[in-house]
């Protein structure tokens, strides 16, 4: 294979050892990063002059084809909102529509700076052809439901199998496939008892929802005698291959129960404030020693994949939260975008730093605009100034996915049409 690569040169630096140089990318891996300008002769040389070089984001929670139902149904209760308006719908997909959906999502990740992203809905093997095509790096789980039916069960992981057959370790590695039990009060104790069991033996993660509601706690209290983390404790399935999505009701005893367990946990604050959901107790997780990580939740209830906004919600939610501006400061919030994101997932050796050996998973932001100046403070400005549209250039295991806000793998006018129309069938259908 023909080496390429790209050097980005003077350039400010984010989640690095190294505060200001240069980057050299030889095919899908850093090679060097250093304090000097490097040699010119690169096949692509980028001015990173008036930009920051950040890890690519990681989007730990998402359900990228539920973009087809952005705006659906807006400012009702999670159960409503399920019951009547998204499940309905949801009922009507096909592969091509999540297709559709995904393609959609994944531009605007591309977008906004997300690079990784984990996955959790249905047709995934669909989600994972968007996926090889977008050039991203994604973990996919079906998201399996039982409602304590075993002819349910059988087929959830009939499909799951299926999907771990064929298309994990796929797209140049960039697609990984976990296990996908929903949560607590939608699987039986049968089915994530046979989850755990099989993700152990094949070396797989797990991607589950865990106390997203106060009344996600009442049911499953009231079903299990137990909390939903101490009732997953008991039947012995959390290990440090699970990560939980919202975590938002929690008691002192269940935080212990995540941090013995080596559980990392996904905060969706935009998605849980739009649903009232609640406040997940963050800066307390943190302090705790737990791994939090970030992320949007489907774009039907956020309503956008922006990680650059979740991450200023995210703070700001705590801050006001615990009446105390100290608490989740910008340094923080960046380690939960990005390594902490990476950590979840399993890839901190692969990716969530500026690291020579690590895969070339970056971004590339653009500081040249009167919101970002003076250009002082870049971590700060990132955190709490920036917006996704700032992106200007975003690289994916070497390859340049967007450059100058222009898209590279995929057509923007394509995908947008595509996307409409799957939407207005989908929709019609309902
Ligand atoms: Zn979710």
């Known amino acids: 294979m023909e080496t390429k690569n790209i050097l980005i040169n003077n350039v400010t630096l984010l989640g690095s050892e190294i505060k200001r140089g ?24 980028i001015n990173g002059e008036k930009k920051v070089l950040s890890p690519g984001l990681v989007n730990t929670h998402t359900h990228l084809s539920m973009s087809l139902l952005r705006g659906l149904a807006d400012d009702l209760p999670l159960d409503t909102w399920l019951n009547d308006h998204i499940w309905p719908v949801e009922a009507n997909l096909t592969g091509e529509y999540c297709y559709a959906g995904a393609l959609l999502a994944c531009v605007e990740m591309i977008k906004s700076g997300t690079t990784t992203f984990n996955d959790m809905y249905f047709f995934m093997d669909h989600v994972a052809k ?11 789980s079906h998201g399996m439901i039982d409602l304590g039916d ?25 697609i990984k496939v976990a296990f996908g039990p929903h949560a607590p009060y939608t699987c039986s104790e049968e089915l994530l008892k046979e989850v755990r069991e099989k993700a152990g033996k094949m070396g797989l993660k797990i991607h589950i929802h865990v106390s997203e509601t106060e009344f996600e706690v009442q049911q499953v209290t009231e079903a299990h005698g137990a909390r939903p983390f101490e009732y997953l404790d008991e039947i012995g399935f959390l290990s440090d291959d699970v990560l939980a999505a919202h975590a938002v009701w929690l008691s002192d005893k269940e935080i212990e129960i995540i941090k013995e367990n080596e559980v990392s946990l996904s905060h969706n604050p935009a998605s849980n404030m739009k649903l009232a959901s ?20 489907g774009a039907a209830s956020n309503n956008d994949l922006d990680m650059i906004e979740e991450i200023k919600i995210a703070t700001l939610l705590q801050k006001v939260n615990k009446m105390d501006p100290t608490v989740l400061p910008a340094e923080k919030a960046f380690e939960m975008a990005t390594i902490n994101g990476a ?5 901190q050796d692969v990716i969530g730093t500026i690291e ?71 929709l019609s259908k309902a």
């Open 343 to 347: 950590r979840a997932l399993g890839f």
């Open 356 to 426: 020579m050996g690590k895969k070339a998973d970056l971004v590339l932001f653009d500081m040249k605009a009167p919101h970002l100046t003076p250009f002082r403070h870049p971590k700060s400005h990132l955190i709490y100034a920036a917006k996704g549209s700032d992106v200007n250039t975003v690289i994916c295991n070497g390859e340049i996915l967007m450059q100058n806000r222009e898209l590279k793998s995929l057509d923007e006018t394509e995908v947008i049409t595509l996307a409409e129309n799957a939407a207005e069938e989908l």
């Open 22 to 45: 240069s980057v050299l990318i030889e095919n899908d891996k850093i090679m060097d990063v250093t304090e000097k300008n490097g040699q010119k002769d690169a096949d692509i040389v």
């Open 150 to 174: 075993e002819e349910k069960r059988k087929g959830e992981f009939k499909e799951t199998l299926r999907i771990i057959e064929k298309c994990h370790d796929t797209a140049e590695g960039r």
């Open 278 to 297: 609640g406040i997940s107790p963050v800066s307390k997780l943190i302090d705790a020693g737990v791994n939090v990580s970030l992320g949007t939740d």
């Open 130 to 140: 968007a996926v090889d095509e977008a050039g991203l790096r994604g973990m996919l």
